[in-house]
C-alpha cells in the first residue's frame, strides 16, 4: 500500500463550475430560497443550521421533490425507499435505525476500512496506464466498500451490493 498522498490541484481550470440553473428569490420562514428551472421554489440552504432547522420541522414534506414534475434538479425521480425521500413519520422511524452508524462516533469507527479502501483503489489506479478512469477504478469502489463494512455485508459480496447501491435498494 502507498503511503504518500497524491496532490491534486483544481484551483487553476477556469470556467471549472457551471452557471447556477437557479434564480435567487424571496426568503421564507427566514430561510433563503430560489427559483429552479422549473419555475419551483425551493429552499437554498447552505448552513448548517438552516438544514437542521428544515430537516427537523414536520411541516417540510420531500414527497413532491420525488414525483414526475416537481421541483427537482434531478433529471429523474429518485427511488422513494431513499431515507431522504421519506416524510414524516417513515423518516423518523427509518433515521433512529441508522443514527448510530451516521453519528460522529459511528463514522469515527469506519476511518479504518475507509483508508485502507481508499489506499487499495488508489494503487491499484496508480498500476493502470495513463488516462485510466478514475471513478470507474476508485471512486465507484470506495461507497460500496465502505458500506459492506457499515452493514456487516462480507466484501466479498461486495460485487452482489453493488449494483444495488446505485439502484437505490441497497442500504436504506
Do not use: W
Not at 430560497?33 to 421554489?41: D, M, N, T
Not at 451516521?102 to 496506464?129: I, K, N
Not at 476508485?138 to 452493514?151: F, G, K, Q, R
Amino acid at each position: 500500500m502507498s503511503t504518500t498522498t497524491p496532490t491534486v490541484c483544481v484551483t487553476h481550470i477556469p470556467h471549472l463550475d457551471a452557471p447556477p440553473a437557479y434564480r435567487p428569490a424571496r426568503a421564507a420562514n427566514g430561510l433563503p430560497r430560489i427559483e429552479l428551472p422549473s419555475g419551483h421554489l425551493a429552499y437554498h440552504l447552505t448552513r448548517y443550521e438552516h438544514v437542521q432547522q428544515l430537516l427537523l420541522d414536520d411541516r417540510a414534506i420531500r414527497s413532491p421533490c420525488n414525483e414526475e414534475g416537481g421541483a427537482s434538479f434531478l433529471p429523474t425521480v429518485t427511488p422513494a425507499q431513499m431515507l431522504f425521500n421519506k416524510d414524516v413519520p417513515d423518516h423518523g422511524r427509518l433515521r433512529k435505525v441508522i443514527a448510530r452508524d451516521f453519528s460522529p462516533a459511528g463514522v469515527a469507527r469506519l476511518r479504518e476500512q475507509v483508508l485502507q479502501a481508499t489506499h487499495e483503489r488508489l494503487d491499484a489506479f496508480e498500476r493502470q496506464a495513463p488516462g485510466a478512469d478514475l471513478f470507474a477504478l476508485v471512486l465507484d469502489h470506495i461507497p460500496a466498500t465502505v458500506d459492506c463494512h457499515l452493514l456487516g455485508i462480507p466484501l466479498a459480496d461486495r460485487g452482489e451490493y453493488r449494483p444495488l447501491s446505485h439502484t437505490g435498494a441497497g442500504g436504506q
